[in-house]
């Protein structure tokens, strides 16, 4: 069974920085793109990030390119988001999810929360 | 960037009822569309790729039509369980984006 677990969200103030993970299993993690998506709260859904298996292709929404950073350790199973200079406007739940044949999201997380606020 | 205009916003219908939900695509996406149901305090869930393609257990009352640059999302025989706000999203090319969300409410 698919499993994605993401973590290390909370509340930080504007400015600051925060690192989420993502700890993948019951797949071959090093075979699938992955991806950030968050939803601000009562808001739809806005793609954030999307990184390749290999780690060689990597995307970002205009929002956040230059703030924040996709990364992920296959080793680890794990997939990362560091974000940075955080805004009010970066609050939202973080999803990360799992593409399947092309880029749709078949498998997603529970989410992690991230509160931006002074 | 690819827009998605999704319609209704919101929408109220009985059960048994048939509805259908649509995205409007801002230029040609193929058949690069999927459809996401999300309950309350949950994560979206997969009911639909490639714009007709049903998700493995998935109902088969949902169903994925696409006409032009306008795709659909019906449901069949609505049942309680069914209410949720429901999304589309494009990934013919990044930057992936998403419609705003149809909130549907059985009576």
């Known amino acids: 069974e698919v499993q994605l677990v993401e973590s290390g969200g909370g509340l930080v103030q504007p400015g600051r920085s925060l690192k989420l993970s993502c700890l993948a299993s019951g797949f071959t993690f090093s075979n699938y793109g992955m991806n950030w998506i968050r939803q601000a709260p009562g808001k739809g859904l806005e793609w954030v990030a999307s990184i390749s298996s290999s780690s060689s292709y990597i995307y970002y929404a205009d929002t956040v390119k230059g703030r924040f950073t996709i990364s992920r350790d296959n080793a680890k199973n794990t997939l990362y988001l560091q974000m940075t200079s955080l805004r009010s406007e970066d609050t939202a739940l973080y999803y990360c999810a799992r593409h399947r044949g092309a880029n749709w999201f078949a498998y997603w997380g529970q989410g992690t929360l991230v509160t931006v606020s002074s | 960037d690819i827009q998605m205009t999704q319609s209704p916003s919101s929408m109220s219908a009985s059960l048994g009822d048939t509805v259908t939900i649509t995205c409007l695509a801002s230029q040609d996406i193929g058949n690069y569309l999927s459809w996401y149901q999300q309950k309350p305090g949950k994560s979206p869930k997969l009911m639909i790729y490639?714009?007709?393609n049903l998700e493995d257990g998935v109902p088969s009352r949902f169903s994925g039509s696409r006409s032009g640059s306008d795709y659909s999302l019906t449901i069949n025989s609505l049942g309680y369980d069914d209410e949720g706000i429901y999304h589309c999203h494009q990934y013919y090319e990044y930057p992936l984006t998403f419609g705003s969300g149809t909130k549907l409410e059985i009576k």
């Open positions: 490639g714009a007709t």
